[in-house]
T-cell receptor, first 115, second 111 residues
Framework: DVKVTQSSRYLVKRTGEKVFLECVQDMDHENMFWYRQDPGLGLRLIYFSYDVKMKEKGDIPEGYSVSREKKERFSLILESASTNQTSMYLC??????????????FGPGTRLTVL | RKEVEQDPGPFNVPEGATVAFNCTYSNSASQSFFWYRQDCRKEPKLLMSVYSSGNEDGRFTAQLNRASQYISLLIRDSKLSDSATYLCVVILYNQGGKLIFGQGTELSVKP
């Protein structure tokens, strides 16, 4: 059974703190993604990676960075958390070619609150 | 204009009802289409792909109209367990296979 896991389901941080969100997939997928989901705005792509050490900006990268040192792990970093980064963060992965390319598998999400 | 637009709902229907969701997309280069389902406080999961000829999976029927850039999902004989948010998704292969998500349509099926 395919699996994407995220390090925390709920996280509370203070303004200015550095925050690390970890994501691990066990499907040997090349592509990994970080989204945030907010009411009325839907899913918005923050960053994605199509290979180890490769990263691409999504639609809303400001205030975030990412790291992909190993194929199975994709980390999202909030350098200095702000209250407008309070959100649900979803990690996803997807295969490269063939039938696994179209389906995107999501982790359970991390609900981050920044006070 | 959003790239993928859906009526956010909520759609409140009785058990057994037939309900239809619509979705429009603005990028004519969109090449693959899907419906995802997201339960409350859970992650989105693939429900079904949408093919040009239309396709059916049990009580669910998906349709695509490329000329009008329009996708639909029909649910027949609604069950309580169908209550969820339904996300319309398109893939842009000319942008590296980027997935574009609609903001979702909320369905609530009542007894």
């Amino acid at each position: 059974d395919v699996k994407v896991t995220q390090s925390s389901r709920y996280l509370v941080k203070r303004t200015g703190e550095k925050v690390f969100l970890e994501c691990v997939q066990d499907m040997d997928h090349e592509n990994m993604f970080w989204y945030r989901q907010d009411p009325g705005l839907g899913l918005r792509l923050i960053y994605f990676s199509y290979d180890v050490k490769m990263k691409e900006k999504g639609d809303i990268p400001e205030g975030y960075s990412v790291s992909r040192e190993k194929k199975e792990r994709f980390s999202l970093i909030l350098e200095s958390a702000s209250t407008n980064q309070t959100s649900m963060y979803l990690c996803a992965s997807r295969g490269h070619i063939g039938s696994s390319y179209n389906e995107q598998f999501f982790g359970p999400g991390t609900r981050l609150t920044v006070l | 204009r959003k790239e993928v637009e859906q009526d956010p709902g909520p759609f409140n229907v009785p058990e057994g009802a037939t309900v239809a969701f619509n979705c429009t997309y603005s990028n004519s280069a969109s090449q693959s289409f899907f419906w995802y389902r997201q339960d409350c406080r859970k992650e989105p999961k693939l429900l079904m792909s949408v093919y040009s000829s239309g396709n059916e999976d049990g009580r669910f029927t998906a349709q695509l109209n490329r000329a009008s850039q329009y996708i639909s999902l029909l649910i027949r004989d609604s069950k309580l367990s169908d209550s969820a948010t339904y996300l319309c998704v398109v893939i842009l292969y000319n942008q590296g296979g980027k997935l574009i998500f609609g903001q979702g349509t909320e369905l609530s099926v009542k007894p």
